[in-house]
């Protein structure tokens, strides 16, 4: 039903922890190539460490198409792809892998000193390889000056987490308005970044106001990948996504009450993400990326019942919601109905008019002198 990723020696309870292989949404809509990059997941068993990571190409400002050795494509996509690639060649070098060990977990050598020596190295890392990928691919700023076109414009947002005896910490490092989430059952949704925008506004709001980002990764822009750090409970959920997995939906509450109904609709895992990814399928208009992990959760009844009681919980705040977003749903469609018939009896009356002018005009225009065609001098 599930796979354990690994799990450590659960004869220590010191630093023991276990997830779950990661749940992965990745569709494109904005064409044939998601302007998202695939998202990413990385785990270093010795340090008891993963990252997960999402990255959003901006389609706007990065719609230029270029030229690449795999084809066309536009900034963006290639922006939030070179993006993704330094993150995981970075954290290879820190001892990270793509792919889980098979067995035991084997012991190397690992160099990971903590996230936020890692978001320094990353920053860094980020600003020389968009520099020189731009100055390869792009035109020289100076010929784009004047316009909003940026070269090789994205976001980037990454959850790490970091077991611990009964704490995790996790650490949220981007740039830009990608999310890193982590769900309990005590507290639900909990967002750990915070989107950079030029107006300060919570998640609710943004939804309502799109405002302009003022920091995301780019060769052209003093960009700075942010630090946010947290000792949580276990069991959790961990979730990195792209705005076009959250930021279509009403309101934050609901991007929660689609999680849960995607848990208790489920019967593991796999059938939990496709009917997260149809909800979301619904409700977006954008490219979506999203990777979740489940970590210490031990079963998967046990993160039903986690899930349940979560909604008992949520349930007094969503059936108002509910309620009234069904009675505007039916208002909804009596005024579309109601439209309809309007726009069709106009339609109906402009006709009958024609036909009506068509008779009098005989009478009416009788004495008028012939209608005369261009101008006489």
């Not at 509450?253 to 848990?263: G, H, P, W, Y």
Request: one cysteine or more; aromatic letters at 8%.
């Amino acid at each position: 039903m599930f796979a354990w990723l690994h799990k450590s020696d659960t004869s220590r309870s010191a630093g023991s922890y276990s997830i779950w292989a990661p749940q992965i949404i990745d569709e494109a809509k904005s064409g044939p190539i998601s302007e998202d990059a695939p998202p990413l997941f990385m785990s270093n068993p010795t340090a008891q460490c993963f990252v997960i990571g999402a990255f959003d190409g901006l389609g706007g400002s990065g719609a230029r198409v270029l030229e690449t050795e795999t084809g066309r494509v536009t900034s963006a996509a290639h922006a939030a792809r070179l993006a993704a690639n330094t993150t995981a060649a970075v954290l290879s070098e820190l001892g990270f892998m793509r792919s889980p060990p098979s067995g035991a977990s084997p012991s190397f050598a690992s160099r990971w000193t903590g996230a936020a020596a890692f978001r320094d190295i990353l920053n860094d890392r980020l600003r020389t390889d968009f520099k020189r990928e731009a100055d390869g691919i792009e035109p020289a700023v100076a010929a784009l000056r004047g316009t909003l076109t940026r070269r090789l414009p994205t976001t980037a947002c990454l959850l790490v987490v970091e077991a611990g005896s009964r704490e995790h910490r996790v650490s949220a490092i981007w740039a830009g308005d990608s999310r890193a989430y982590i769900w309990t059952s005590e507290r639900g949704l909990i967002q750990l970044s915070r989107d950079h925008a030029r107006v300060d506004q919570d998640a609710f709001s943004s939804i309502r106001q799109d405002v302009p980002m003022t920091n995301f990764v780019g060769p052209d822009i003093p960009f700075h990948l942010d630090l946010h750090q947290a000792i949580v409970p276990t069991p959790l959920l961990a979730i990195c996504c792209s705005d076009g997995a959250f930021n279509y939906f009403p309101s934050p509450m609901e991007f929660e009450q689609a999680i849960l109904v995607s848990i208790l609709e489920s019967d593991g895992p796999p059938q939990m993400t496709e009917n997260l990814r149809l909800c979301i399928r619904e409700n977006t208009k954008d490219d979506v990326t999203l990777v979740l992990v489940v970590v210490n959760m031990g079963s998967w009844q046990n993160l039903c019942s986690r899930a349940r009681a979560r909604w008992e919980k949520l349930a007094p705040l969503l059936a108002p919601i509910r309620s009234d977003a069904r009675r505007a749903e039916t208002a909804t469609r009596v005024w579309l109905a109601a439209k309809d018939e309007h726009e069709a009896a106009t339609a109906k009356l402009e006709e009958v008019r024609v036909s009506g002018w068509d008779a009098y005009r005989r009478d009416y225009e009788s004495l008028q002198p012939d209608r005369k065609v261009g101008r006489e001098d």
